[in-house]
């Protein structure tokens, strides 16, 4: 633990609210997006014509295409990105008015 004799104050010339990232600067997100929505002309490779895509198409295309070929993480990512990832836990609620016995249940079933 640090002694009180031995803290300083901050200096006139080293501010720490001063010496932050100027103000105006970019962040990480803005600059990834802004180069996501970059335009390429290439070739599409689901229709086969020449067309203007962002990279961020590029790229989804290029999952597709990973993933129709039997790459399972990229196919996870594609839905995980386009339905929402799978919940981990199960809601289960009970009506007081109705009562189950998972027991009965289950020896009621015939299992094959």
Do not use: C, H
């Not at 189950?100 to 009621?108: A, H, P, V, Y």
């Amino acid at each position: 633990m640090a002694k009180e004799d031995n803290l300083k104050m901050f200096s006139s010339s080293y501010q720490p609210a001063k010496n932050g990232r100027p103000k105006g600067s970019l962040n990480r997100s803005t600059i990834a997006k802004r180069w996501l929505d970059t335009l390429e002309n290439i070739k599409n490779p689901m229709s086969g014509e020449m067309q203007f895509l962002t990279q961020e198409d590029i790229m989804t295309l290029s999952l597709v295409r990973k993933a129709r070929n039997g790459d399972v993480q990229a196919y996870k990512a594609l839905m995980d990105s386009a339905y929402g990832s799978p919940k981990d836990t199960i809601d289960i609620t009970q009506n007081e008015l109705l009562s189950i016995d998972f027991k009965e249940l289950l020896n009621g079933i015939n299992f094959k």
